[in-house]
């Protein structure tokens, strides 16, 4: 059973991305896979990856406005429903899809927009399950509401 006080993840969400981040680098050299035209590749890419450190930036305020941890190994404190929380629930989880979707764009790589896929469905089947349990054993029927208002990812 999972501690009361944390969510049971062990592993931080974030680092899965950086193995497929680094795979797709690595099989890019060998096999390159543009699909873009350059100039739309490099435009497309920093916006990508502008938007997600902003949302990235955005919900981190949040979590240090809040008191709360964005920590897995702490216990949280608060139900964060304002701000990106208001459109996801996984602010954080969307907007580091974002920074390597848009570095495997800038790169002008299929292979590293597709390594995005692997680590958001490990995380819509086994990290936002065991968070959405943990916060709804901290908050019930509060957390029950925002649940049933506002979509998993956007």
């Known amino acids: 059973m999972a501690h009361p006080h944390r969510s049971g993840i ?10 497929l981040l680094v795979l797709g680098y690595s099989v890019e050299r ?10 739309l590749a490099s435009v497309g ?3 990508l990856i502008a938007c997600g450190f902003g949302l990235l930036a955005w ?5 240090f406005r809040a008191g709360t941890a964005i920590d897995h190994h702490r216990p949280t404190s608060r139900l ?11 602010p954080v989880y969307v907007a580091l899809a974002l ?15 597709l390594g995005v896929l692997p680590p958001l469905v490990l995380l819509h089947l086994h990290v936002v399950p065991r968070e959405e349990a943990y916060l ?17 990812w956007f």
């Open 10 to 19: 062990r592993i931080p969400p974030g680092l899965w991305f950086v193995p």
């Open 30 to 39: 060998r096999w390159p896979s543009p699909f873009l035209p350059s100039s």
């Open 45 to 47: 890419g920093i916006a």
């Open 59 to 63: 919900a981190s305020w949040y979590f």
């Open 80 to 90: 964060l429903t304002g701000g990106p929380f208001r459109w996801s629930r996984n």
């Open 99 to 113: 920074v390597v979707a848009g570095l495997g764009v800038e790169r002008n790589s299929l292979w590293i927009v």
């Open 136 to 152: 709804a054993r901290l908050f019930g029927p509060e957390y029950e509401r925002y649940r049933a208002s506002v979509r998993r």
